[in-house]
């Protein structure tokens, strides 16, 4: 498991201790996992989008003896709720995620969130919102 899958696996695990959000399953996108379709109940699948990696020397000119990498990816969280159930309960967990976010991350690695308007997947036959994220961390080292 990559830095990147690490820090998000971490936010992750602290938005499953909220209570409101007990209730939703949380699941890696072409994880080794099989989803129903349709899909019962409420579904999060949580997937990184991009990544960048940087080698660089923090402080730039000032300071060259401390050396690390960047880190920096985008990430979503698909949030579905079955059509079945008009989307019952979806904008009060993507709201619930959206600030969770900020209890959730621990590393203080998190820059932006939002969520998207409601949508509808023909092929999973659900409603969904995407909370979005992005995060940027440095690994660095005396060098």
């Keep these: ?39 019962s109940g409420l579904l999060a699948v949580v997937s990184v989008t991009d990544t960048t990696l940087s080698k660089s020397y923090i402080g730039g000119y000032l300071s060259s003896t401390v050396k690390g990498e960047s880190y920096a990816a985008k990430v979503e969280i698909r949030v579905y709720a079955p059509a079945t159930e008009n989307g019952s309960g979806l904008s009060e967990v993507a709201s619930e995620i959206l600030t969770g976010l900020k209890k ?7 820059v932006e969130a939002d969520v998207s308007p ?26």
């Design 1 to 39: 498991m990559n830095q990147i899958e690490k820090q998000v696996d971490q936010i992750i695990a602290g938005l499953k201790l909220i209570d409101k959000l007990k209730p939703v399953r949380f699941v890696r996108e072409y994880g080794s996992h099989n989803v129903e379709n349709p899909i």
């Design 104 to 110: 959730a991350d621990s590393q203080k690695i998190i």
């Design 118 to 143: 409601i949508a509808f997947d023909p092929d999973m036959n659900a409603i969904y919102r995407i909370v979005h994220f992005g995060i940027e961390f440095c690994l660095c080292e005396e060098g």
